[in-house]
């Protein structure tokens, strides 16, 4: 399947799971760890790639929140996300894509600016966060983040739809003067 | 779209009453059916993706149509619980019971833990609180002390300290004068009137009786401090004047300005 569908399979029991796409492979599997450390009712599963789209053989579950990770220093993570994004259907974005930028911290090394990943996530409608991965604190704070959405995306909370948090997390980010 | 929101919440697990778990199991089932249903519809449906260009737009109206649609689906559904069987109830309960009781132990370590903090926070300020009386109190006896003892003191103790400070400075003043006397004499005596007499016929002889500086210094101090508005000498005969001119060259006495025959002490006091 060239294309992620978020629908194509039945979930499974009690299952919720992610995929995280970016170009750092280090700070993906940090990610994976700190969430998999978070205590959650329901069971979790990272899948970790470098883009989309994701090999055909391989067996998976169903996706239940797709997370962009852009490292603000590299200007291939960016380009790298932009196309895997041609290969993400159009009901994923309904709530369940999520763009994470990382290296914001550093403002010297940063090739790509914020406004950049801001227009980015306003054009595919999707929340955009901001983490520096490679601080141990707000990764940990941020896996904590993702859990919760995730497990909303997943219909683990119930009364609450990922399309609802995705009207809620909306109130919080104005959409800047220049899109206007 | 929204059949995951019906998506049996895993947290029913009623312990070992076999009725109830059969009826929710079943329940369960049917959901299960209802989901491959739905699932089978949507693998029909085509994908579809983006370009950056048409996102925006596409995603709006897609998002617009989605959230009518739920909320049509919400108002249209009445929520649907458990059968609230007794054995349920319990277990329910059980749960909450529980839950309300780790809360309040939670609760109960914080308020113990602040409550010590504050005993010894307490502790601590009313230690403070005695050294800064105790402070207080010596500061207090202190300040008593000192208000007895400047009143009767300071007038005769000033006036004291005034009377010596007048003899002190009289002495002084006596001390240098007899020191000036002595140097001035040393150094600066009269021209022996013999030696002058005999030696040549000045016509310019001195007729009058020559003082010595140390006289003349006398006649313009006093002057000086007696006239302060007019401190000039008319310079008269028993002035040398080569002592006169000692005088005027080494800025000790100035001329008048208007006339050459009167003379003035420098004011180095002013």
Known sequence: MSVLRPLDKLPGLNTATILLVGTEDALLQQLADSMLKEDCASELKVHLARSLPLPANVNRPRIDLIVFVVNLHSKYSLQNTEESLHHVDTSFFLGKVCFLATGAGQENHCIIHRHTVVKLAHTYRSPLLFCDLEVEGFRATMAQRLVRMLQICAGHMPGVSALNLLSLLRSSESPSVEDL | ???????????????????????????????????????????????????????????????????????????????????????????????????????????????????????????????????????????????????????????????????????????????????????????????????????????????????????????????????????????????????????LRNGIALRHPEDPTQIRLEAFHQ
């Not at chain 2, 079943?26 to 089978?40: F, L, R, S």
């Not at chain 2, 109960?108 to 602040?114: D, E, F, G, P, V």
């Not at chain 2, 007895?148 to 007038?155: A, G, Y």
């Open chain 2, 1 to 247: 779209v929204n059949q995951q929101d019906l998506d049996p919440d895993s947290t029913t697990d009623v312990g070992d009453i076999t009725d109830t778990e059969e009826e929710l199991v079943k329940k369960c089932e049917e959901i299960w059916k209802d989901m491959e249903e739905y699932q089978n519809k949507l693998s029909l449906t085509g994908t579809k993706t983006l370009t950056d260009s048409n996102a925006q737009l596409s995603l709006l109206i897609m998002q617009v149509k989605c959230l009518t649609a739920e909320l049509r689906q919400w108002q249209k559904e009445t929520p649907e619980i458990i059968p609230l069987t007794e054995d349920v109830l319990v277990t329910l309960a059980k749960e909450e019971f529980q839950k309300l009781r780790h809360d309040l132990e939670t609760v109960l370590s914080t308020i113990q833990l602040k409550n010590e903090k504050l005993k010894e926070d307490l502790e601590r300020e009313q230690q403070w609180l005695n050294e800064q009386q105790q402070i207080m109190d010596s500061l207090n006896v202190l300040h008593n002390e000192l208000k007895n003892k400047v009143m009767p003191f300071s007038e005769s103790r000033i006036f004291n300290e005034l009377k010596t400070k007048m003899l002190n400075i009289r002495e002084y003043k006596e001390k240098l004068l007899i020191t000036l006397g002595e140097f001035l004499e040393d150094h600066f005596p009269l021209p022996d009137d013999g030696n002058v007499k005999k030696k040549k016929k000045n016509i310019q002889a001195p007729t009058a009786q020559l003082i010595t500086l140390h006289e003349m210094l006398e006649i313009l101090i006093n002057r000086l401090f007696d006239v302060p508005h007019d401190p000039y000498v008319k310079i008269s005969d028993s002035f040398w004047p080569p002592y006169i001119e000692l005088l």
